[in-house]
């Protein structure tokens, strides 16, 4: 009679630990739901691809488990990049912008800006940063109407990267609908000299690409050669080639008139003065792009680099400064990415009064 006393309990005592062991699955598991969805939108200059028809931006919706966060950050990508941007299809324990943010908590929305991704992509001539600027407007009224995922969000926080940045910085200081601001690789002073070679050796149109050369025969969208965003995008020694190579893999193209009125009206002059939430300015420190001696800007320390770009903004009390150490342009691909998102989730507590909401992993980094 012990014997099937003694077998009873050792299956008892399996079913159990099988039955945390399976309870413990789907509650990490859980932990994202990611939607896509795409937002009707206009912008001047941008005519409908089929007649009566909207363009569109298509946009990845990703939510924490459980209770909905009332605040969504909406995420533009830069230059010659989309939305994979914020979600790269490699190691996105690691690299994914998108998931890490709602495992700790935060609602994210990935735009595909006009030109890229699978939203439209009208002609490029009319793509400038006030268009782009509109259709993120747009974005927003639909965020907080519930047009994305069926969630009506209370508050918005923009976020840009790169020439995403020029963008976030002119629809915030435009509409004065976000309740914060983030900017990432970008400074005020960009390093012209690199950016001019940059562009010289490093870019062509996108129709002469073997990789994007589908996309049609428009000559004013580029995107970058193969083999160079390694060396304008990222640091050696802070870089994983594999997440270069789907980098690569995944790149887009990118309006010309937009990048230009980007430089000029985006950071020269700059929209940033008219900026009235709280920002969030976060760099690499050997972004050669914008950092160095070339850009007149010292990314070494924060402090010191606040102090060079605070008088950018109209009120400089409401600026936040972060340096990713050891990180080149492309901030979020790097491998202490995770330090850089810590940071931004920092800011969206002690700065927006922003919480976490629904399920986030205890200890995750």
């Known amino acids: 009679m012990r014997r099937p006393l003694k077998l009873t309990s050792a299956l008892f005592a399996c079913g159990v630990l099988l039955a945390s062991l399976t309870a413990a699955v789907p509650a990490e598991a859980a932990a994202i739901s ?9 912008g001047p200059g941008l005519p409908p691809l089929v007649p009566g028809a909207p363009a569109t931006v298509h946009g990845r919706l990703c ?8 605040t969504v950050q909406l995420l ?4 010659t990049y989309n939305s994979a941007y914020w979600d790269l299809p490699y190691r996105p324990d690691r690299y994914s912008y998108q998931r890490d943010m709602a495992a700790h908590g935060y609602a994210t929305f990935a735009a595909d800006q006009l030109g890229a991704g699978r939203s439209s992509r009208p002609l490029s001539l009319p793509l400038s940063v006030w268009a782009a600027a509109e259709s993120m407007h747009e974005v927003v009224g639909h965020l907080r109407g519930g047009r994305a995922g069926g969630v009506r969000f209370a508050k918005v926080v923009i976020v840009g990267h790169s020439v995403g940045s020029g963008i976030v910085a002119v629809e915030a200081s435009t509409y004065h609908d976000v309740d914060g601001v983030v ?3 970008i400074t005020h002073l960009p390093a012209l000299p690199v950016l001019a070679l940059g562009a010289a050796l490093g870019l062509q149109p996108a129709f002469l690409d073997g990789q994007l050369g589908t996309l049609g025969g428009d000559p004013l969208y580029f995107t970058t050669k193969p083999g160079t965003r390694a060396g304008l995008f990222y640091a050696a020694g802070d870089a994983d080639p594999a997440v270069i190579a789907a980098d690569e893999a995944t790149k887009d193209q990118v309006s010309v008139p937009g990048m230009g009125t980007v430089a000029l009206f985006g950071i020269v002059l700059p929209a940033t003065w008219g900026i009235t939430a709280p920002v969030f300015q976060v760099v690499g420190e050997k972004d050669v792009l914008f950092c160095g001696v070339l850009a007149l800007r010292d990314c070494s320390d924060a402090a010191v ?10 009120d400089p009390t409401k600026l936040s400064m972060y340096v990713l150490p050891g990180a080149g342009h492309s901030v979020a691909l790097h491998e202490n990415a995770n330090e850089y998102r810590n940071a931004t989730r920092s800011w969206l507590q002690d700065r927006l009064g922003i919480a976490p909401q629904g399920y986030h992993s205890i200890g995750r980094n």
């Open 76 to 79: 533009v990508h830069g230059g």
């Open 63 to 70: 939510l924490p488990a459980g209770e909905v966060p009332d």
């Open 305 to 314: 680099l606040r102090s060079q770009e605070a008088p950018y903004y109209a």
């Open 34 to 42: 990611c939607t896509d969805t795409d937002l009707p939108v206009t």
């Open 183 to 185: 900017l990432t690789g």
